[in-house]
């Protein structure tokens, strides 16, 4: 609500447009409405341990008769996160997202968690992942964002993530599967399997499987990969037209990074669009979506020349 400062009041209505906010939706997740003894209502933050007699929906309020967006101002090129969900709350929501410590995985989970949904950044690095989750909070210190631990180049540390996050005993209606390598040299994972297809495709496959039946029970919930238009430059076949199973997770002699890329980002696809069909009808949905093409994030890092060639399109291509 705005404040005046120099009449040192508040109102609903904006000062110079002259709309009205309102309250709107369920109360944030882990929050309760009850009554004292007098019968004024108060309420109770079950997770941070506290009571208030201010609804903390009021973060949260929406104009009484918002202007809709046109399609194009809300999927335009140039539009940020932060637009795309304007005017949504969603508190009670709890949004699991991989690689979220940096990049387009950050500035999705700080747009969610400012919208009021509980946020888990899934990361490898945990120091890195505490620094993403101070950096959102400096913007709002009520944000519910957490970071836990996540290696997809493990299956065992995927295993343990799912096990910790099921411990909590929380519903999951968001998990998107944001973490990427590109360019990355040949290197065996621990699990004895080509790094970049383990770390795009299979942890994120075997994450879903894990999580399955919390999304089910969450209903109704959503799956997104994050993908890439690369898929198109690609195939996983042999001759004879079948699934050739060697160009998932190539050989030292057999591999060519971009390559390995853009196969990954094939399987990502066709992972979407089968857990979709298996899923959507228990309220569970899944898509795949091209974030834009050679933003300038940190996906570059592994190699001095595809930073250079992302450096020159910069200018040319979606902002960060």
């Known amino acids: 609500y705005p404040y005046s400062h120099l009449e040192e009041k508040t109102q ?13 939706g369920d109360l944030p997740y882990g929050w309760e409405q009850e009554a004292d003894e007098n019968g004024q209502v108060y309420f109770v ?43 949504r709350d969603l508190s009670g929501k709890v949004v699991i997202i991989t690689g979220a410590n940096s990049g387009i995985g950050f500035e999705t989970a ?47 540390s995927v295993q343990h993530f799912a096990a910790a996050f099921k411990s909590k005993n929380v519903p999951l209606h968001i998990l998107i599967c944001n973490a990427a390598v590109f360019g990355a040299p040949w290197t065996l994972t621990e699990d004895n399997l080509e790094s970049t297809f383990q770390v795009n495709h299979l942890g ?8 399955d039946g919390v999304l089910r029970q969450s209903s109704p919930a959503r799956v997104v990969m994050v993908s890439s238009e ?13 699934l050739d199973f060697s160009l998932l997770s190539p050989s030292k002699k057999d591999y060519w990074a971009m390559l390995a890329y853009n196969r990954s980002k094939l399987c ?7 857990l979709n069909r298996r899923l959507s009808p228990h309220g569970v949905t899944s898509n795949a979506v091209h974030p834009g093409n050679m933003i300038y994030s940190s996906i570059h890092r592994n190699w001095w020349v595809y930073t250079l060639l992302f450096t020159l399109a910069r200018p040319f291509t979606k902002s960060m």
């Open 204 to 211: 994120h496959f075997y994450l879903v499987q894990l999580l």
């Open 12 to 24: 609903w209505e904006h000062p110079k447009s002259g709309k009205r906010k309102r309250v709107a």
């Open 110 to 156: 700080k747009s969610l968690a400012l919208h009021g949904a509980h946020v888990i950044l899934g990361c490898r690095n945990t120091s890195r992942g505490n620094d993403a989750v101070q950096r959102i909070l400096e913007e709002w210190h009520k944000a519910k964002v957490e970071a836990m631990t996540l290696d997809l180049a493990s299956l065992q």
């Open 268 to 274: 990502n696809i066709l992972f979407s669009n089968e």
């Open 45 to 87: 933050d079950h997770i941070n341990k506290r009571t208030t007699y201010l609804d903390p929906r009021l973060a949260f309020t929406v104009e009484d008769n918002p202007v809709k967006p046109t399609t194009r101002q809300k999927y335009d090129g140039n539009s940020t996160a932060m637009e795309i969900l304007q005017g």
């Open 230 to 242: 690369s898929h198109r430059f690609t195939e996983i076949k042999d001759s004879s037209g079948k």
